[in-house]
């Protein structure tokens, strides 16, 4: 199917790492995405890790990506109250006519200070 | 900021109503995403249009359609509108077709009441 999977809630304390996981479906997927989401806005592109690479760092966002089990993280560093949101993953399907994204289900990240 | 506009930010219509939903993409994207939020389906893709033209169609209901226009801006129309469609769409735009980056736009929240 088209599910791809996430936690739906996540607490953490400011200044600790967040670990946001993510299982998707489809093992032909090139792109692989993590969007933000906070309240009442719109979706924030992230990061996005291409499917030959094992892992990507981008400042405080590490994302790792195990093609073998189909399983996308998202670790933030040092996470502050500003970063509670939803955090959804996304993968690419791609091919004929095709180019959308299929979402997770989204993680709920909730920063205690 | 991504670039995507989005009006209206808020609709609030009675069921068997009929609405139009408007984005215009980022200066010089050719394609136009639409993808629909709600709480039992999550966010799912709904149709993608290229260049004027149809590229690839999602879990679109028949009662809803789109079309971008020459000037790229796109609209979204649903008809006979059920309480189940209450949700928050979002269109997203990239440069390409196969562009693999998407930005999402602030969304319109629809109420059906």
């Known amino acids: 199917g088209e599910d791809v999977e996430q936690s739906l809630f996540l607490s953490v304390r400011e200044g600790d790492s967040s670990v946001i996981n993510c299982t998707y479906t489809d093992s032909s997927s090139t792109y692989l995405y993590w969007y933000k989401q906070e309240p009442g806005a719109g979706l924030q592109l992230l990061t996005y890790?291409?499917?030959?690479?094992d892992m990507k760092q981008d400042q405080r966002l590490t994302v790792l990506l195990n093609k073998k089990d189909k399983h996308l993280s998202l670790r933030i560093a040092d996470t502050q109250t500003g970063d509670s949101a939803i955090y959804f993953c996304a993968e690419r399907r791609y091919g004929g006519a095709t180019n959308k994204l299929i979402f997770g289900t989204g993680t709920l990240l909730a920063v205690q200070p | 900021d991504s670039g995507v506009t989005q009006t209206p930010k808020h609709l609030i219509t009675a069921t068997g109503q009929r609405v139009t939903l408007r984005c215009s993409p980022r200066s010089e994207d050719l394609s136009v995403y639409w993808y629909q939020q709600s709480l039992d389906q999550g966010l799912q893709f709904l149709i993608h249009?290229?260049?004027?033209?149809?590229?690839a169609k999602g879990n679109i209901l028949e009662r809803f359609s789109a079309q971008q226009f020459p000037d790229l801006h796109s609209e979204l129309n649903l008809s006979s509108l059920e309480l189940g469609d209450s949700a928050l769409y979002f269109c997203?735009?990239?440069?390409?077709?196969?562009?693999?980056?998407?930005?999402f736009g602030p969304g319109t929240r629809l109420t059906v009441t």
């Open positions: 997203a735009s990239s440069r390409d077709w196969n562009s693999y980056e998407q930005y």
């Open positions: 249009y290229y260049n004027g033209e149809e590229r």
């Open positions: 890790i291409f499917s030959n690479m």
